[in-house]
């Protein structure tokens, strides 16, 4: 019976503590030279509602966590940062950026990759270049079919929604397993 207390334990323990294991930018385009993995950036700001709710219930519920930690290179983008973000061969900067204020300018970067929402992700292939854009606060449920279907490449295969609806459906049946 100790044991199997001791195995719940640390299975609870494993599952409390899940989480995604951010980097920055130039950390991902760094690591995909070595390991060439697919990237997801979660674009957010201090201020987002929303997008501390995705940080709680979304990215880390335990599957999501793990699978993004083995799968991709996960990045996280404060949309209204300050820093200076240098990759595929250009500086991007925000200068209309002013301290102490609530609410900032779009950071050039993520004008760059076509943010237009808070929170989003963005999912980039091995070599950096755009995949998709998701938009908007998503639920685990909502943002888990994606996360496999990307990194496999499945997204190269299927072109129109019915395909779409199919791959879901095979996924959702997949998972209840």
């Known amino acids: 019976m100790k044991k199997i207390t001791l195995l719940f334990s640390l299975f609870i323990t494993f599952l409390a503590s899940s989480q995604v294991n951010w980097m920055n930018l130039e950390q991902a385009i760094e690591a995909q030279k070595t390991v060439p993995k697919k990237i997801l950036i979660n674009f957010y700001t201090d201020w987002c509602a929303p997008c501390k709710v995705m940080d709680k219930n979304t990215y880390n519920q335990p599957m999501i966590a793990a699978y993004l930690n083995d799968n991709y290179y996960p990045v996280k983008f404060n949309a209204e940062g300050q820093e200076n973000v240098t990759v ?17 300018s779009m950071h050039d970067f993520t004008k760059y990759m076509n943010v237009n929402a808070i929170p989003s992700a963005v999912f980039l292939d091995e070599s950096g270049n755009p995949i998709t854009i998701l938009q908007g606060a998503l639920t685990a ?15 190269k295969k299927i072109n129109t929604r019915e395909g779409w609806e199919s791959y879901q459906k095979k996924f959702r049946s997949s998972i209840k397993d």
């Open 88 to 104: 595929f061969g250009r500086t991007f900067t925000n200068s209309d950026f002013a301290a102490g204020k609530k609410k900032n």
């Open 141 to 155: 449920k909502e943002l888990e079919p994606y996360i496999p279907f990307i990194a496999a490449n499945e997204y």
